[in-house]
């Protein structure tokens, strides 16, 4: 499975982006899928996650309320659409596919596209 992640840049705070992961897997509806970010010299941090059909899905306290992440099975891509971007938002943001459905084996992972909020 490869996992191809964009849409990240430079966006001013309170702005907004859209991240996308296209997945190049024959079955991507059985895959969970995931948002994780990492800060350089820190710990890569779970963000998002969405089940296989996509009805139910968590996220990470910081960032409920701004963040959505839904997916698209007919595309194989899974989206992160971020709101009320703050400057602790930084960091390069990674996509993973879990083939289990536990939401904890994240067994594929993107390439990481980075977003920046600054003014």
């Known amino acids: 499975v490869q996992l191809q992640a964009s849409g990240g840049g430079l966006v001013q705070p309170g702005g907004s982006l859209r991240l996308s992961c296209a997945a190049s897997?024959?079955?991507?509806?059985?895959?969970?899928m995931g948002w994780f970010r990492q800060v350089p010299g820190e710990e890569r941090e779970f963000v998002a996650v969405i089940t296989w059909g996509g009805s139910r899905s968590n996220y990470t306290n910081s960032v409920k309320g701004r963040f959505t992440i839904s997916r698209d099975n007919a595309k194989n891509t899974v989206y992160l659409q971020m709101s009320n971007l703050k400057p602790e938002d930084t960091a390069v943001y990674y996509c993973?596919?879990?083939?289990?459905?536990?939401?904890?084996?994240?067994?594929?992972w993107g390439q990481g596209t980075l977003v920046t909020v600054s003014s």
């Open positions: 993973a596919a879990d083939p289990t459905g536990s939401g904890a084996e994240w067994a594929y």
């Open positions: 897997a024959r079955s991507f509806s059985n895959y969970v």
